[in-house]
């Protein structure tokens, strides 16, 4: 590539002297490279600028047995030592529904299976990181001799009735009250 360009740039080498030739040579490489650079960190910010424009897709899972609804206490921010739905972001190339259920089993140790779809949450300011979309799916529990355990990003897992969510609702993330609201298990 750069010996063509070369070739077209030195017009005729052979009737060029030597140091003449080589100076052009040169400057010729130098302008090359320079443009080359300039372009890759153009094409750098037009990736970085493409990524930002786009919003983040998670997936939640409402799971309710005996009348009470699986909650985790998240371990890391943003809303650290709150509770919220089990769920996280959907990973490239991942189904949302395979997506909830490994999220679920990340977070709570529990296997599950996906029932159906309830609905999806997209306002952008739902989530400080930034504009995060979530799906919010119904699951239930495969095996009923497990019990929920904090791991990864949870704190703590439990299944919560509805007079202690009542206790706890100022402690709910993200619009998860808003959620559990709308899917008939609580009462604002």
């Given at each position: 590539m750069l010996s063509e360009y070369v070739r077209r740039e030195a017009k005729s080498p052979l009737l060029l002297r030597k140091r003449d030739?080589?100076?052009?040579?040169?400057?010729?490489?130098?302008?090359?490279?320079?443009?080359?650079?300039?372009?890759?960190i153009r094409n750098a910010k037009s990736v970085r600028l493409k990524f930002k424009k786009y919003p983040s897709v998670t997936v939640d899972a409402v799971i309710?047995?005996?009348?009470?609804?699986?909650?985790?206490?998240?371990?890391?921010?943003?809303?650290?030592?709150?509770?919220?739905l089990?769920?996280?972001?959907?990973?490239?190339?991942?189904?949302?529904?395979?997506?909830?259920?490994?999220?679920?089993?990340?977070?709570?140790?529990?296997?599950?299976?996906?029932?159906?779809?309830?609905?999806?949450?997209s306002n952008p300011k739902r989530d400080p990181r930034g504009h995060v979309i979530t799906v919010v799916c119904f699951c239930k529990k495969i095996n009923e001799n497990q019990f929920p355990m904090g791991s990864d990003d949870a704190k703590e897992a439990k299944f919560i009735g509805k007079s202690e969510l009542?206790?706890?609702?100022?402690?709910i993330a993200f619009d998860h009250l808003q959620i559990m609201t709308d899917s008939g298990f609580f009462q604002l």
């Open positions: 030739t080589q100076n052009k040579l040169l400057n010729i490489a130098y302008g090359l490279k320079k443009r080359l650079f300039k372009k890759r309710i047995e005996n009348e009470r609804i699986l909650l985790v206490k998240r371990k890391y921010d943003p809303f650290k030592n709150y509770w919220a089990p769920g996280g972001f959907i990973e490239l190339g991942e189904t949302v529904e395979a997506a909830c259920i490994r999220e679920v089993k990340e977070e709570t140790n529990l296997d599950v299976e996906f029932k159906s779809f309830f609905g999806t949450y009542n206790k706890i609702k100022d402690r």
